[in-house]
């Protein structure tokens, strides 16, 4: 089962308080320019790494505020310049998507590896990903592993799950379901849908543990709570089958609904036959 790419980190770090209240303050107020002055005076003035990466969060398209690209990576550098892992980190990002810039994936990974070894648990994930799926770099799932690992560590909870993953299918690893089970869910109990997705998985097929259709069901339907498309569709499975669940037709069909609203296309095509019976 594929897993989720983690997205640029566009959350306003809470440090420094003084500032940071004050900006606070007018962003409630709508004075989105005086949030940038403020801003912009503990970055140039007072040095505060923290308050130049808030600046290339506003300047990459922030409400009130014109989206300025070079402004915004020029305030990223200087902020990863001065070992802010969350800014290195959306340099990176920004870099291996190319969307406002030209891509850059050599650069990608020597932000993103900046920020791992600052025990950014996103950075390590992602750079786990782009190893193990080897559509940039050569495949090393070995290397993968070893990200993977370091971004649990730094309470990544979707690098617990890609860990996981990695044990389950003998990938850079040897096979080890036990191992597999405590990762899984680890993440799914942090609300990682595709964790608990791939643990109702191994529950109902009988991988790793003694099958057990009920857990599964359990298992998907958090996943579906938790914005999971493939839960929805494999808790409707379930109910239709009957296996851990009450054979309910009406279910299924609202939860293939789910799923497809979501996005997931086998959950369209499932809602459509169950529609004639």
């Keep these: 089962m594929k897993k989720i790419i983690i997205g640029l980190l566009l959350f306003f770090i809470s440090l420094e308080a003084g500032y940071i209240k004050e900006s606070v303050e007018a962003h409630k107020k709508g004075e989105h ?4 002055n403020i801003y912009e005076k503990a970055c140039n ?11 290339g969060i506003l300047y990459m398209g922030s409400e009130g505020i014109k989206k300025d690209v070079n ?30 810039v030209s891509k850059d994936i050599n650069k990608a990974i020597a ?36 990200y993977y690992r370091q971004s649990c560590s730094n309470y990544d909870e979707m690098g617990c799950s890609n860990l996981a993953y990695m044990y389950a299918h003998a990938k850079g690893v040897k096979q080890d379901y036990k191992s597999a089970i405590k990762l ?14 791939n643990l109702g998985f191994l529950y109902e097929n009988a991988q790793g543990v003694t099958q057990n259709y009920k857990k599964a069901a359990e298992l998907y339907r958090k996943a579906c709570d938790y914005l999971g498309s493939k ?25 293939f609904k789910k799923a497809c609203d979501k996005g997931l296309k086998v959950a369209c095509t499932n809602h459509k036959l169950i529609d004639g019976i």
């Design 33 to 36: 320019k005086k949030v940038a």
């Design 45 to 55: 003035e007072d040095k505060k790494a923290s308050a130049c990466y808030n600046l």
């Design 71 to 100: 402004k915004a990576l020029g305030y990223y550098n200087r902020a990863c310049d001065d070992n802010f892992s969350s800014a290195c980190y959306n340099l990176g990002f920004i870099y291996s998507i190319g969307k406002d």
């Design 111 to 146: 932000l993103y590896d900046k920020a791992c070894k600052a025990n950014n648990g996103s950075a390590c994930n992602n750079l786990g990903r782009l190893y193990e799926e080897g559509k940039e770099v050569k495949i090393d799932e070995k290397k993968a592993v070893d």
């Design 184 to 197: 899984y869910t680890k993440a799914c109990d942090s609300k990682v849908a595709v964790a608990c997705e």
């Design 231 to 255: 839960g929805c569709n494999n808790l409707a499975i379930l109910h239709i089958k009957g296996n851990g669940v009450v054979q309910d037709y009406k279910k299924a069909k609202g939860l």
